[in-house]
């Protein structure tokens, strides 16, 4: 009996406790031929594409065709007034206007499973439009992801009012592409994974990041942390945004 409470207590010793879940973003592919080294950045990095630019319906497409999986990343207005490019979302469109647009979105960018906003620390604040975004996802059965580029975002509330599967970035990689910036942001991201248990983070296509991350997503195993495509973070398709901690909004 007693070797046997000894091997059962070594069994327990040795079972790595339940990994904490972690999803990466690229978003901003799309205008880059430089982009197309995001997809040789593990399967289970998720790629947001913008609509209608140069490489993005190419890149959607390879990047599905190679497992990754694909996002819209919508253009809304910013407070800064920075120009969006096209298929941008302003607060001067209608409901018609702004469902029309979405359409054009998504027919452009094959293989989508969900969205996510960039820039939209204008338009994320606006109740109606973000009303009539997630009536958009929610006729086509996609998630949403909240960049939270403004603390005053109505796009996660808004999702719940709907029962659009939403969760929020906590943390961007690469503000800063120095070394010891991307080192300082992924320790950020492997502490808070292991703290929250489930995080979404956000990069861009930059060749520095793209190398970082290459040379450095082997650590996230190493510390119980499992990379997953986006929406195998959502445990069922009503998150509820309650239980999440809040990043710093960063405004774009």
Known sequence: MRNLLFILLSLCSIVPATAAKLAIIIDDIGYRSTDEAALLLPNAITLSVLPHTPLGKKLATDGFNKGHEIM???????????????????????????KQQLQSAFANIPFAKGANNHMGSLLTQMDKPMLWVMQSLKERQLFFIDSFTTKYTKASNKAMQLGVP????????????????????????ITQSKQQGKLIAIAHPYPETIRFLNANLARLNDNGITLLPTSQLFDDLNVALSTQATPPATQR
Do not use: C, W
């Open 166 to 189: 939403s969760m929020r970035r906590q943390i961007f990689l690469d503000n800063d592409t120095s070394e010891r910036a991307l080192e300082k942001q992924f320790q950020l991201i």
């Open 72 to 98: 819209l990343h919508l253009p809304m207005q910013a407070l800064n007034g920075k120009a969006l490019g096209p298929g941008g979302l302003t607060n001067d469109m209608t409901e018609v206007q702004i």
